[in-house]
């Protein structure tokens, strides 16, 4: 939890950053989220790539599976050959795949301790202004314990003169939680509240539900532009394919709006992006680009062999020789 902590700090940084020039959650959500696929982009590329020179490679495999049927290990020892051959990782894409659900961790603890995470406020202030509002009378804290740094961003506006926020806080924390609490109302939705507090019936249910159709409908138009590419892959990469829709509607659930709309609007972007990248690092195109590597290498290496030949004689060097010839006789 240690770990996740301190990537939430790291992304808190960025958020914070965007934040503070935007003064809006959501549209600072949507600025992190493409700063976010801008940085991971060089690994998208590769994850493509290697689905890509995966499937370039699927006759080749089967011919390999054909001939070597009952020898296994013959079979995988080929199969490496193959790829170190051809330069292609199989198992390449799988780290990549992973990366998201890091980010979205983070994500994750940068929202839900939205004091010491993304404004990196001493972590004993926080706790000292925890332990008064929860002996304000009426008060009730989220009875989730994550969420108490949540809870008490959202009443800050009306304990912020108290003595006991004024000594726990310096002015300048005070301005920016009060500025941070009155920018997670995007479109009139609390980015704050969490789903399964308000049960299946209240509309924070369709950020889950948004959660599954994005997701869902990323992998479902990924698998028919990447026919081929998603037949190769792997186990690791099936699982996030068909496994990972359910497993971000469940969390969309459990965790704060903020989260979900982050996963929403990563899985649309992904979406476009893999369009592209599927046009342009295609089986049909890498497969291309090899046979013109290897025809320039033909080329390149013929034109470095020296061109052996048989000198020729001088016409009237050789016509004396022959009547020397005939003088002799």
Known sequence: MQI?????????????GVF????????????????????????????QKSMAGTARLSKKQKELQEKYANNKQLLQEEMAKLYEKEGVKPMGGCLVTAIPLLVILGIFYAVAYPLTNTL?????????????????????SNTNPVYQEISLLT??????????????????EISQINMLAGGFN????????????????????????????????????MTKVNKTQMAQQQG??????YGMPLISAYIA???PCAVAF????????????????????????????????????????EKNVPYIYAPRENPVASDNKNKSKKKKK
């Open 4 to 16: 996740f902590g301190f990537l939430g700090s790291l992304l808190g940084y960025i958020l914070w």
């Open 20 to 47: 503070y020039l935007l003064k809006d959650f959501g549209l600072s959500i949507i600025v992190f989220t493409i700063i976010i696929k801008l940085v991971l982009f060089p690994f998208s590329v590769k994850q």
């Open 120 to 140: 990196h406020i001493d972590s004993n202030a926080v706790q000292s202004a925890l332990s008064y509002v929860n002996t304000i009378p009426g008060y009730v």
């Open 155 to 172: 009443i800050f506006p009306n304990i912020v003169d108290t003595q006991a926020i004024q000594n726990a806080f310096s002015a300048s």
């Open 186 to 221: 995007t479109f009139g939705i609390n980015l704050l509240a969490v789903p399964s507090d308000f049960g299946l019936l209240s509309p924070y249910i369709l950020f889950p539900v948004f959660c599954l159709l994005s997701n869902w409908g990323s992998q479902f138009v």
């Open 236 to 241: 690791c990469m099936k699982v996030m394919l």
């Open 253 to 255: 659930y459990t965790v």
């Open 262 to 301: 982050y996963w929403i609007i990563s899985s649309l972007i992904s979406l476009i992006q893999s369009i592209v990248l599927s046009k342009i690092f295609s089986a049909t195109q890498l497969t291309a680009k090899s046979e013109a590597r290897h025809a320039a290498l033909l080329f390149a290496n």
